[in-house]
């Protein structure tokens, strides 16, 4: 029997309720101070509507493309052999070393009328920079590491012989990748959709700079709730911030028994 | 007789390659098509950074850092990053230890529990913050007041004349919150992987608790401890949303390096917020170094 149990855990549970716990059980103490119509008033507002409808479809479109993208990088970087490998495998994670507020202004930046994506997008009609379109292109630049990570350690455990004999049975090269690859890559690839997605929906710093920031239009949850803040309406802020955690929660709820999935899945074979 | 058999197993090779590879052109198409999107979305913005910060010269480049406000932005920046990191590696490692060390109830609870400030919003996790010690907050409704129900740490706040949040006090608070589990969550899977035994033989063999901890667990660690640590700091150094919504933008006091580019991105001081943006840009360059250097350690420590 190891010493330090009592000591570790003591430790470990006082510092987790000084730092987490007690602060974020603030957030429902000052909720409980709204009426029950107040809360729904606020949380059912048209530009919290709004709102909700440009952060959810925003990530999930970026947590979309990400998991397909993410998967094809994934794939590149585990089966094939190329000059500067090492070097592209490093920079995936850039997204998580990379301040969100860099990442916002350079992207603004980039995708902005004479930026250097933008001015080839402008003669197309298409505005990326203080759009909706922003949101999307800022949310998949910090999502992006998620499903490339879940997914490569996967695709690296695949048992060669396993597409053998689906090619010895005479699938073709596609329909190996069908039927045998993707299902069990599947779950390692829905979890980092998920993790992308929950990611994208709390992602404040990145996006305030390219988006139009505009009530109705080009404002995300975060945003609403930092207004509101300004506006030093507290529980306006609170009772949008219980909605968003809430969520938070379920998601990951999800993650975890996404992740319980797929741990079965590759102790199985 | 002796041509087939030479000839076989080479016919077998190519069949095998050919089965469980894609012929040359798909694998050219796809390496093109993920290396096109990530110098897209990665590279250029990250050129982008340096060229821009550039964009008016050296001078102007060092002048913009050289700036009071900006090197009071920096300092914070170090202080704020110098306090939490310690601070949530010991945890780290007291909590990864409790963890992996022993068997209890309510563990996979406690795992989620630490994972909390991830799934939460950056601007909520300021929000709490000013929520507790803000003037319409949990405690600070009793700051600054004659309430009897006046709580001891509200008194001792009011007594020492300390403020938190607008303040120093409140950015470190919330740099702390938002990098509460990276170091935990580092070590925990490591030392899930290496178990209980070698602690074990060490305490059998009559080491100390401490003596066992210091000799035995910290040098098997150390790499993965050293991974939490850069990546820890890094969010650390770059956090905006949640000391965004503490530290009340008060120039030269309460700024730090991303709110510092902030605001000169909306003075429209564009040079210059890539000036000092490309600051934390060298940062991440860094970390990334460091990330990999590690990884490359570890590889090579688990391959003896």
């Known amino acids: 029997m190891l010493p330090g149990f009592k000591l570790s855990l003591g430790y470990t549970l006082f510092y987790l309720c000084l730092i987490v716990l007690i602060p974020l059980s603030a957030v429902f103490w000052k909720a409980s101070s709204l009426t029950w119509a107040q809360f729904i008033h606020t949380v059912t507002s048209p530009p919290a509507f709004a709102a909700y409808r440009l952060t959810f479809g925003a990530s999930f479109c970026a947590a979309v493309v990400n998991a397909f993208f993410g998967l094809l990088v994934a794939w590149v970087l585990v089966r094939y052999n190329f000059f500067g490998k090492k070097l592209i495998d490093a920079i995936v994670d850039l997204p998580f070393a990379l301040p969100t507020a860099v990442a916002g202004i350079t992207l603004a930046a980039i995708y902005s009328e004479h930026g250097w994506i933008g001015m080839w997008l402008k003669p197309l009609g298409i505005k990326v920079a203080f759009t909706q379109l922003g949101v999307f292109v800022a949310l998949t630049f910090i999502g992006l590491p998620f499903v490339v990570r879940t997914v490569q350690p996967v695709l690296e455990d695949l048992d060669p012989e396993?597409?053998?004999?689906?090619?010895?049975?005479?699938?073709?090269?596609?329909?190996?990748?069908w039927r045998v690859i993707l299902p069990t890559v599947r779950p390692a690839l829905l979890t980092g959709f998920a993790l992308?997605?929950?990611?994208?929906?709390?992602?404040?710093?990145?996006?305030?700079f390219i988006s139009s920031n505009i009530p109705m239009h080009g404002q995300i949850v975060p945003l609403l709730i930092m207004s509101e803040l300004e506006q030093f309406h507290y529980g306006e802020a609170t009772a949008l911030a219980v909605v968003m955690l809430l969520i938070s929660f379920v998601l990951l709820l999800t993650i975890n028994l996404l992740q319980w999935w797929s741990s079965r899945f590759q102790n199985q074979e | 007789m002796q041509t087939v058999a030479t000839l076989a197993p080479a016919r077998g090779h190519t069949l095998r390659r050919r089965s469980t590879s894609e012929p040359a052109w798909v694998r050219w198409l796809l390496i093109s098509v993920a290396l096109g999107f990530l110098t897209l979305f990665l590279v250029l913005p990250l050129i982008s950074v340096f060229v821009q910060g550039f964009a008016k010269g050296y001078e102007f480049y060092l002048k913009t850092l050289a700036d009071p406000l900006a090197v009071s932005a920096i300092k914070l920046t170090f202080i704020a990053a110098g306090i939490s990191v310690p601070l949530n590696g010991v945890f780290g490692v007291a909590a990864a230890w409790a963890i992996t060390k022993f068997d209890f109830r309510g563990k996979n609870v406690l795992l989620t529990l630490i994972d909390l400030p991830f799934s939460i919003s950056p601007v909520i996790s300021g929000l709490v913050f000013v929520l507790v010690f803000g003037a319409q907050g949990w405690l600070g409704l009793y700051l600054n007041s004659d309430h009897p129900a006046l709580p001891w740490l509200a008194q001792w706040l009011n007594d020492h004349d300390?403020?938190?949040?607008f303040a120093v006090p409140g950015i470190v608070l919330a740099t702390i919150f938002v990098t509460f589990p990276f170091v935990a969550r580092e070590l925990i899977p490591l030392m899930q992987a290496q178990g209980r035994v070698e602690e074990e033989a060490a305490r059998v063999l009559g080491a100390t608790g401490w003596q066992t901890f210091w000799r035995v667990t910290l040098p098997n660690i150390k790499w993965g401890l050293i991974y939490g640590v850069i990546l820890c700091n890094a969010r650390a150094m770059g956090e905006f949303g949640a000391v965004s919504v503490v530290s009340g933008h008060i120039r030269g006091e309460t700024n730090t390096i991303p709110l510092h580019v902030e605001i000169l991105y909306n003075e429209y001081n564009f040079t210059g917020a890539f000036a000092v943006a490309?600051?934390?840009?060298?940062?991440?360059?860094?970390?990334?170094?460091?990330?990999?250097?590690?990884e490359y350690k570890n590889a090579s420590l688990a391959d003896q």
Request: glycine share 8%.
């Open chain 1, 162 to 177: 396993i597409e053998e004999a689906s090619a010895s049975l005479g699938a073709n090269r596609w329909q190996t990748f």
């Open chain 1, 196 to 208: 992308a997605f929950a990611r994208a929906l709390g992602e404040y710093g990145s996006v305030v």
């Open chain 2, 162 to 165: 300390i403020k938190i949040i």
């Open chain 2, 278 to 294: 490309s600051i934390l840009a060298l940062l991440a360059l860094v970390t990334l170094g460091l990330k990999s250097w590690v």
